[in-house]
């Protein structure tokens, strides 16, 4: 922290995050961070020190907290594991003015904005589309025939053709999209987020001086709302839709390949969830609990802060692990343990507070459509290898490599 020199941080402190060994488990180091109460102290990939938060309470009551900031101005805002592609990114077009990354009162103002496009109503209407999306991929995957690999073939493509519906992203340019979403998870490579940062640009242009010309959609609602009336301008948007790509394909693509690891690994629950469609619903909520795939909510306090025990210095850069926070076992009963059957839906895997997910209605629609789909249409889905030997994804967002199946 801020009298805490890095040097110091490197001997005392724990690594942090901790990877994962089991998709729906939470890493066994983090037993000895809760050791220190749910505020620790860690130290990142560069030895930086910093303020962890693992336990339910304190986890709400950071990202509720009006004394922190998500601003990329300060020093200390730090994401949990490199990731140079963003870099990148933001040379091109600075991040500062992104939802994820501004504070009231100019947050507030843009999420209003957005929001009404996002309320459940309003999802509610894209579920026809979404199913179209899926019985598609479901239409090849059978088509081509058993053995399958529901990453590339599943996984990715669902959200990323979502995405293209919900922007207006012409048919003939689905390919290129999706193409271009899929190298944009290597952490490295920030040539395919510059490619669609370009692309995104010119689609907007193109359908703010020829509108009609592409297929209808958010970019065009906006354009002629909030663009039209002077209170966003076209930078804005290009940058909005860039952050549904970022917070909307690699979340959902990742959850959906590990939703469908978990529940072929808990068969029991599985069979359950196939003989009662009323299930679905806790189901998806049991799975983002479980699985929260997010590695870490960066935050900065901009005053001192009090909690749990622990003084939280101005300055100090601040990690909220959402895997640790829904697994508080004072909060969930047996919480290691997956149970589409639980009660207790609190968890914090959209985050909590001003930036909670703005998309997570979108979400919990692909995984409830595209779940229910899968197990219907190929009821004698299995892994086509052992558990074991399925790799898990680390970094930002906890995912897989492959996930191969036959029936």
């Not at 990142?44 to 900031?69: K, N, Q």
């Not at 991040?95 to 209003?112: I, K, M, Y």
């Not at 690994?265 to 469609?277: F, G, I, V």
């Not at 590695?295 to 009090?306: G, Q």
Request: aromatic fraction near 6%; charged fraction near 25%; include cysteine.
């Amino acid at each position: 922290m801020t009298d805490i020199t890095v040097a110091d941080a490197r001997q005392e402190r724990p690594d942090y995050p901790i990877d994962r060994t089991c998709p729906h488990r939470l890493p066994d180091g983090y037993a000895a961070l809760r050791a220190q109460g749910p505020v620790c102290e860690v130290k990142l990939y560069d030895g930086r020190p910093m303020w962890a938060i693992v336990g339910h309470a304190a986890a709400r009551a950071i990202l509720s907290d009006p004394r922190t900031s998500s601003s990329r101005s300060h020093e200390n805002l730090m994401f949990p594991v490199p990731f140079p592609a963003l870099g990148a990114l933001n040379e091109a077009r600075p991040l500062d003015t992104a939802l994820l990354a501004t504070d009231p009162p100019h947050h507030s103002a843009r999420r209003r904005l957005f929001a009404p496009w996002f309320t459940v109503r309003r999802i509610a209407t894209l579920r026809e589309a979404v199913q179209t999306v899926v019985d598609d991929r479901l239409d090849t995957i059978l088509a081509q025939g058993p053995p399958a690999e529901l990453v590339s073939d599943f996984a990715l493509p669902i959200p990323s053709m979502v995405i293209c519906q919900l922007l207006g992203v012409p048919y003939e340019d689905h390919e290129f999209f999706e193409e271009q979403t899929r190298r944009r998870l290597d952490p490295v490579n920030g040539d395919a987020m510059l490619l669609l940062n370009g692309y995104l640009d010119r689609l907007v242009e193109t359908k703010a001086t020829r509108p009609g010309t592409t297929p209808r959609g958010l970019l065009d609602d906006l354009l002629e709302t909030h663009v039209k009336d002077g209170n966003l301008d076209r930078f804005g948007l290009v940058m909005f839709a860039q952050e549904l790509l970022i917070g909307g394909h690699d979340t959902t693509a990742n959850m959906l390949s590990l939703s469908v690891l978990t529940l072929l690994q808990h068969p029991e629950q599985l069979a359950a969830l196939k003989a009662d469609d009323s299930l679905m619903a806790g189901a998806v909520e049991e799975l983002l609990r479980s699985l929260s795939i997010v590695a870490s909510l960066s935050r900065v306090a901009t005053e001192d802060i009090e909690l749990a025990g622990r003084t939280i210095r101005a300055g100090d850069g601040i990690l909220i692990s959402p895997m640790a926070a829904s697994h508080d076992e004072s909060v969930f009963e047996d919480a290691e343990e997956f149970d589409i059957h639980r009660t207790n839906l609190h968890h914090v895997a959209f985050g909590y507070g001003r930036h909670q997910c703005i998309g997570q209605n979108l979400a919990r629609l692909e995984m409830e459509v595209a779940l229910r789909s899968l197990f219907a249409r190929i009821p004698a889905l299995r892994l086509a290898v052992p558990a074991e030997q399925i790799v898990i994804r680390q970094g930002m967002l906890a995912g897989l490599v492959a996930l191969p199946v036959e029936w």
